[in-house]
């Protein structure tokens, strides 16, 4: 399709969808800054398990490159206090997408990462033509659980 993406934002709570974009990135050659938004974790302890799934999957794949912390990018500040909590930021983000862009996000992760990624936006980490994917990575049936918050 010749798609191409300068970065990949996405929540990042485990950091199995990170490891998986690092390594996919890595043996595709795509050059995009993979960027993931902390849901909740330790900092340290999901870069590490990034790099730990990462490294595991390209020995499978006998794939012949290794991750380091230093490539796993990852931005806190918008993990509304931690796995499963919810700030008023992260409503209004979800609110917001729904409203405007018709996209339904949930509270636990990309409600939380589109937080990033608008802050990111705001903060001019982008160029004016940069092409930025945004990956959705599901949980809407935690919107149900979160009802009276919407």
Partial sequence: MGLRFDAVVFGTGSGGTAAGLLLGAAIYGLPA??????????????RNETVRIANGCAEL???DR???ASDVVIVDGFDAGGYGEVDERTVRTLKWFA?????LLDLVYTAKAAS?????LERGEFKQNDRVLFIHTGGLPSLFSHHSLL
Avoid at 33 to 45: C, D, L, V
Avoid at 116 to 120: D, I, N, P, R
């Fill in 116 to 120: 990033g990624l608008v802050a990111l």
């Fill in 99 to 103: 409203e405007n862009e018709g996209l």
């Fill in 33 to 46: 800054r993979i960027i993931g938004i902390n849901t909740g974790e330790p900092t340290e302890k999901l």
């Fill in 61 to 63: 794949l006998e794939f």
């Fill in 66 to 68: 290794r991750f380091e």
